[in-house]
Every structure is written in C-alpha cells, then in structure tokens.
C-alpha cells in the first residue's frame, strides 16, 4: 500500500503527527474476505470477540450464531467486533504480506474486523497506537477532531473507552478500497452506512509504564544476582555516601544492553493468546519444508558475535553463521533446508514441536 516516495512522504508528514485518508489505496477484490464467515470465527472460545449494543454496553464472546443470512447477523446499530483475525484466517496473512510490507510483522498488534449496519458505532474514542482503518465493504462515516486525548478526558460511568468531550472538526466518507490512518491519541467516530466491514491493523506502541513493568519481570526471571548491598553504615540516619557502588554495579550488570536486547525482541514477539497454537510431533527430525504458522511471530537481531533469534516471545540466541536461514525465515515466513543434516534442524523440530512452525 505505501512504497517508496509515497511511504517517505507518508513518514515525514503525517505519522504519528495527523490522520490521512489513502483513497483506493487497495483492491479489495483481491482479498475475498466476508462478514459471515468473520462472525463464525465468534463462535471459538480461542477467538476474542464483543457485541456492542446501541447504548454502548457490551458483552464478550463466544457467540451462537444461527443464520448465515449476513443481513441477519446483527441487531439494529449492534456492532461485533473481532480481534487477531492474522491468527485465524489465512487472507489476513496475505493482506498483510502484500499491502502492509512497509511494517514489521512483529510491530502489528492485531487485524480487528467491526462489522455492523446503518447507525451501528463504538462511540468516540482514541487509541493509545496507531491505526490504519481499511474499508472492506459497505461505507463508514468518519468523524474526526484536532486534539490528542488522554486518559483523563474518557467517561467515568462507560465501560467502553468513551471521550467525554469530542468535538469533530472533519468528516470522512470511507469505501472499500479506502484506509484511513489515525495516529495515537486522535479522536475518532465511526458510524456505520448500510452493511459495512472494516479493518483496523493496529501498531504495537507500549507506554513507557507498560515497559518498565515489562522490563522489571524480565530482569527477575533472568538474572541470578544475590545480594545487592553488602556494605555496614555509619550509625546515622544520614546516607552520606548516596547509592552504595555495590547497588550501582549490579544494577548496571543486570540491566545492561544484552539484556535489553533479548527482552525487547521477546517482548514484541510474545503472543498475546499463545493458547492458538497447534503444537504437532514432527518427530526425531526436522522436515525439508516448514512455515510459520499463522499466529507466529518472529525477529531477529545482530550481535557483536551472534544473532538473536525471537520466537513467540522466546530468545534463542545463535552462531553468526546460521544468520541467513533466520533471516529467510522471519521475513518470509517458510523456509527450505537445501541439507538433510543442517546444523539447526534440531531448532526447527523444536518449533514445530512448540506449534510455531508447521512441515509443508
């Protein structure tokens, strides 16, 4: 969808900066994706789903569906809306291969589907990321505002996320083919015209408290440091001497770059519902052809002598002279073993063994 003079455009004056309509941006036509067979995933207890009601109550899946008629689905202005659809439907995958190369599979959060008719809304919100909004099928009014919101402006009494005061100074009709980006913070209001389903692929932007939780777990699962003061003061309620050196030196070895390093690649790799994946035996050995299954996410990263590789929210950390099978691996998502004996079957059957990869 955004290549090269387009996408630096796009970069330099509008990310994270103000929304922007791409009109037409992508055929559709080619990625037959449909409400009816979106509403049955809604029926798996694995797939995360929520009905929202004109009143903007809302209940959460699964659900049982009992018609097939798409104009029967939903109540009138009921909105269902469908999380992690790249984890479930094999079209996801495509879509995002071809049209959202220009992000890191590891950077997007999920493919969410809001599917509803005439009037059919989640009310006025904001994001805490950002978010390119693809209209599938049907149309969407838009109505945006110039303020970037923060928590305290949300209503007290809503169980949604509900701007307390949204005042739209822009108003955008959407139609399939057209994706609208919003940038975090951007107050923003859907209303739905006729039958209408929508994409939203959302960008993994962690707050900074997020991280330092994040961070603080990590450090205690992975450090073996004991005792961080060892030294007797001076009987005075003075601490004249500041932080001991002793707490200073472990805590600069216990958050130094290595660990930094593997907790971020473990962080934004990690799935927030790892129960999706279908673990298979593949055997004592590896099979010559593999795929990343579905909801599988991976990175790497160079070291100084080795390469990290991020799977699922693990590290493994690797020789330098496996980089190229990594790489071919993460970025397109199969790989084939030219050698029966590779060095790194033993990995990969390992993957397969934990549902991350799949024999082909």
Known sequence: MLVGETLSNFLSQDWRLRARVFREAIDVSQYPIDAVSIARLTENEAVESRL???????????FELTSDDQARLLGDQEMLMVQCLEQHLGIIDDLLTREFSF???WQIDDVMASIGYDG????????????????????KVWHLDREIHTDNQLLSDQDLRLLDNFEPVEKLLLEPGDVLYIPPGAGHHGICEGESLTLSVGIRNPTTTEMLAEISEFA??????????????????????????????????LLDEAML???????????RNPEVLSPVDSGDTSPPKVKANLP??????????????????????RSAEERNWIVTLCESRKLELTKPDEPFQ????????AGALSPV
Not at 261 to 271: D, F
């Open 261 to 271: 390093q593997r907790w971020y690649g473990s962080y934004v790799t990690r799935l």
């Open 103 to 105: 992000l890191p599979r």
């Open 52 to 62: 929202i009601q004109p009143d903007f109550t809302f209940e959460f899946g699964p």
């Open 120 to 139: 059919a809304n989640c009310g006025a919100h904001f994001d805490h990321y950002d978010v390119f909004l693809l209209q599938v099928s049907g149309s």
């Open 296 to 317: 599988t996410r991976m990175a790497w990263m160079d070291t100084a002598d080795s390469i990290l590789f991020f799977v699922n929210g693990e590290c493994y950390e």
């Open 346 to 353: 033993a990995l990969l059957s390992e993957l397969i063994a």
């Open 220 to 253: 205690l699962e992975n450090t073996k440091l004991d005792t961080l003061e060892t030294s007797l003061h001076k009987g005075s309620a003075e601490i004249s001497a500041g932080i001991p050196a002793a707490l200073k030196t472990n805590l600069d070895q």
